[in-house]
């Protein structure tokens, strides 16, 4: 199937999920005016086309996805719409449910009285009527309510600089001489439309005042073209960390020439690690740094595979080894290939609802520390945010994790 053809299944599938929005606000509740209708289903449309409008016009040559208010607009109106529509199906799936359940009873056990409940329903009194009206009318103002309400919410927790969280990850016979050793991860920053290197150097700031010995980029730094955003990555090279700044590849990345950004990146100080590894030394004790491509990085360049095994291979001896892959779903074969830790992104944690309940359905990890088999890997919930500037429910993070003894 082609692009062009799952795109329009997508946005027509989309354009459904809208219409039942506009539906369930107009004909449902209190019976709104003429140019209250109009007003409400002008306001659906425009929450589903603006944003496929963000998208596609910079494609089109319309104009520039990196200048300009509509990015903001765009990505704003995806926001509000996805929670439009994830409310609306929250409130109307169980009551048709409930609905259909009632039907299906009436029919096998009270088919009878079928014709009497039919005269009652047809005379029934204008108080209840009043009464399902008006609670259909709460429901509508929730589902408004709550859809602006979690966007700005979710809009002010994106936009303020990461909070730091702390962990501990506890190894067993971790050498005395990395006990204490200090890494910072940043990850899923989306440098792009709606974040900028003026936010980026905040990020970087803060995670230089918490003085880590070694610095963790888990990919997906950007979402543009090194000509359009490469002046914006800047602050990397600003990073400060005892024993160096590694960095691998994300998904995004791929999506704007993942082999132009690597070499970019390493241009501004940063060590790239492309199925390879360090070794660095701390005291007598050697620990072992290798990174990954993007899991599935052989859809943009085809002799290229995400390998932990070949990022490990020929390694001289060491004392831990610390893998960096964007996704989590790497840490089976880095399990297999014997790395201690992993440290991931990619997730978001969801960023927001319903993103936040649904992603544990696609991931194996979704946030903070855990055990898999010997390893331990732990998935950043991300320091910026793709798309909607929202993190409702899903805090951004500028992650210190500290080695210590188990």
Known sequence: MSRAVTLIIVLSIWALFHLWVA???????????VWARRTIAGAVVAIYLVPILGFLGPRMGLFDAHRGVLPWVAFVFMGVGTLLVALTIAVDVPRMIAQ????????????????????????????????RRFFADVANYGIV?????????????????????????????LHPDLEGLRIAQLSDVHVGPTIRGTWLDQVVEATNALAPDLVALTGDFVDGFVEQLGPELGGLGRLEAT??????????????DGPAWCEHVASLGPTVLINEHRIVE??????????????????????????????????????????????????????????????????????????????????????GLSRHGDSQIYVSAGTGYWGPPNRAGSPSEITLLRLVRA
């Open 100 to 131: 259909a359940s009632l039907a299906v009873r009436r029919y096998l056990f009270e088919r009878r009285k079928a014709d009497a409940a039919e005269a009652a329903a047809a005379s029934e009194a204008p108080s209840s009527m009043d009464r």
């Open 145 to 173: 309510g709550g859809a602006v309400g979690l966007s700005s919410v979710g809009f002010a927790a994106a936009r303020r600089v990461p909070r730091v969280v702390e962990v501990d990850v506890a190894i067993a016979d």
């Open 23 to 33: 539906r369930r606000l107009i004909l449902r509740g209190t019976e709104y005016p």
């Open 243 to 256: 024993h160096g700044v590694f960095f691998v590849t994300g998904n995004h990345e791929y999506y704007w």
């Open 282 to 367: 701390r005291g007598a004790a050697r620990l072992l740094v290798a990174g990954v491509p993007d899991l599935h990085v052989e859809r943009h360049v085809p002799k290229l595979r995400s390998d932990p095994a070949a990022a490990k291979a020929d390694a001289p001896a060491h004392d831990l080894s610390l893998l960096l892959a964007h996704q989590p779903r790497s840490i089976y074969a880095a399990a297999e290939a014997g790395f201690d830790l992993q440290l991931s992104g990619h997730t978001h944690a969801g960023q927001y609802f319903p993103g936040s309940l649904l992603i544990y359905l696609a991931q194996p990890y979704v946030r």
